[in-house]
């Protein structure tokens, strides 16, 4: 590890587990699926009611939830230093404002809050659908390396609203029982709420601020399907081809990972498309693999900074969660997938995502030696 | 003022419905976005017209304004779309407009009638992933926004220059109902003030020349 390697110090998340990173793991061990049905909103004119609601953010009205938020990653964002710069991965920031005249409902509005509570001088959106977090990680590893930057603190949240829940449903892309990533069953994805954070410095910049590093951001690798704007590649060609830069830029070849943390929304167009993009860069090695979105629900900009978080506990305990609500995987799946427990047998996890648009982001995690 | 180590080789600003591209003053004035897009599309010179526009029908007007922007900051540089090409879109705008267009059309008629490509178009990255499908570029593409710090988007085009296999970068900046689209690659050195944004920067150059 060289002064510039990017290390992450501190990570937190607040899902439909509840509060905090062992929340979420340990529900994931368990193999519990946090969805329940969905109160925020009329919901009996949609093919489902369930989501996975973040419990206790709503208390005070859906407009509040990024505020909620905000308030709970702030003591974790407070321990980088004020001029850390600010990734904020969100896709549409504050919408719930949407009916409010006075006040734009946009991707800036939450960053100039999440600016304040969060006590940094500097921030930034990076907004790249529901590859916003990964895209985050992967500009933010190239500014550490080149020494551009030197600290970062990046917040993903996304949460269930109105306005999130009738697009999905409008594009028939909500499960009509549950979400099961990966299942040969499967029919559709399920929201989540999520707020992620991940605190992030070169090693030079940990050792002097006396942070231990938890893990290492090894690499990342971007593409653009080019293809169509919802529709993802059907082969999952510029997928491999971002996995392939990620493995590119760290020296490492598909042996070296440990696991992957697909994207696996567990609609019928992605998860064969990441199956097929898996394949096509791991032969026949049985790499194992999960989505958390059959425990959690699909947490959108959210959703990287949550596999990151799982990423970084995988290294941690050298344990790989089993696939939430997985019944029958899909034959091109089996060999992937597990409902139970695993031992990450080597100490890199790859986690990537895909968005609308065809945008793809790939992130390698791995353990501080 | 910073420097950085590539250099804009063409570029357009589209004010509405009137396209000006900076370097080889090309001009474009339309009536409607069909009709600009039957402009855009007239073979002209020796440029290599390799782009669709199949689905030029499917996004709103500032889609259809990026689609074509693009197609004309290749044109004004002279050169073809190549896949390798990065795509950073920068600005405060975001989608407010596309986000009321999609949740009025929601209340009004209801999940049934209420249309996809409404909810699609709320996404602030839609309009540059419509400009790369058109152009068929391959390489990473974000919608970034700092509040108004420009340097933030040129050392992004630094970064991107420093990912492997990026040949090109093409860079959105999208304010007012007016749209900049420029073209970078990387050599030279260009200084940039730290005040000055995209438009700004092509006039220094382009009227410098």
């Not at chain 1, 800036?108 to 969060?118: N, Q």
């Not at chain 2, 017209?49 to 007007?61: I, K, M, P, Q």
């Amino acid at each position: 590890m060289d002064d510039r390697t990017p290390v992450i110090v501190d990570c937190d998340l607040y899902t439909a587990f509840g509060p905090g990173v062992e929340a979420c793991w340990d529900g994931l061990l368990q193999n519990h699926a946090a969805f329940s049905d969905c109160s925020r909103f009329h919901n009996d004119k949609f093919s489902t009611a369930l989501a996975a609601m973040a419990p206790g953010a709503d208390v005070n009205g859906t407009q509040e939830i990024p505020g909620f938020f905000l308030d709970y990653l702030a003591p974790t964002a407070k321990k980088m230093p004020r001029d850390a710069e600010l990734f904020l991965a969100s896709t549409v920031g504050e919408i719930e404002y949407i009916d409010n005249t006075e006040r734009r409902c946009t991707c800036d509005m939450l960053l100039e809050r999440a600016l304040k509570v969060c006590g940094k001088d500097r921030g930034r959106i990076v907004s790249a659908a529901c590859a916003s977090s990964n895209s985050a990680f992967v500009s933010l590893n190239r500014h550490i390396r080149s020494g551009r930057l030197d600290s970062a603190v990046v917040i993903g949240t996304d949460y269930v609203s109105e306005f999130i829940f009738s697009g999905f449903a409008t594009l028939r892309a909500l499960a009509r029982t549950i979400a099961r990533p990966y299942d040969r069953n499967r029919d559709g994805l399920l929201l989540g709420d999520a707020a992620s954070i991940v605190n992030i410095c070169s090693a030079k910049k940990a050792a002097e601020l006396g942070l231990k590093p938890r893990a290492v951001l090894a690499s990342g690798g971007m593409s653009c399907d080019a293809v169509h704007i919802t529709a993802p590649m059907p082969h999952g060609e510029a997928l491999s081809e971002a996995i392939e830069h990620a493995l590119s830029e760290a020296g490492l070849t598909p042996d070296d990972i440990g696991a992957v943390i697909g994207h696996g929304t567990g609609t019928r167009y992605n998860d064969d498309m990441e199956l097929q993009a898996i394949h096509r860069v791991f032969g026949e090695r049985s790499v194992p693999m999960l989505s958390v979105k059959g425990a959690c629900g699909h947490t959108l900009a959210g959703a990287g900074l949550v596999e990151a978080v799982v990423g970084v506990r995988m290294l941690e305990t050298g344990l790989i969660p089993p696939q939430t609500s997985l019944v029958t995987p899909e034959p091109e799946a089996a060999r992937y997938v597990s409902t139970e427990i695993r031992k990450l047998e080597k100490p890199r996890v790859l986690c990537m995502n895909s968005g609308f648009g065809g945008l793809n982001a790939v992130i390698i995690l791995e353990a501080v030696s | 003022m910073s420097a950085y180590p590539w250099h804009i080789i063409g570029g357009v600003t589209a004010d509405g419905l009137s396209f000006r591209t900076w370097r080889r003053g090309l001009v474009y004035t339309a009536g409607d976005t069909q009709d600009a897009k039957a402009k855009v599309s007239e073979p002209q010179d020796e440029f290599p017209h390799v782009f669709g526009l199949d689905n030029f029908r499917r996004g709103d007007a500032k889609v259809r304004t990026y689609i074509l922007a693009a197609v004309l900051a290749h044109r004004d540089a002279e050169v073809d779309s190549v896949r390798e090409t990065a795509v950073v879109d920068f600005g405060r705008q975001g989608c407010h407009e596309q986000n009321l267009n999609y949740f009025n059309d929601y209340r009004e008629h209801g999940r049934h009638l209420g249309r996809g490509h409404l909810f699609v178009g709320t996404l602030p990255t839609t309009p540059p992933c419509e400009a790369a499908i058109s152009l068929k570029l391959t390489g990473p593409c974000f919608y970034m926004d700092s509040l108004g710090r420009w340097p933030v988007l040129w050392d992004e085009v630094t970064n991107f220059f420093e990912m492997p296999g990026i040949r090109r970068v093409m860079i959105c900046h999208y304010e007012s109902d007016r749209l900049t689209v420029l073209l970078a690659e990387p050599g030279g050195t260009l200084e940039i003030p730290d005040d000055s944004g995209p438009e700004n920067l092509a006039r220094r150059i382009f009227r410098a020349e």
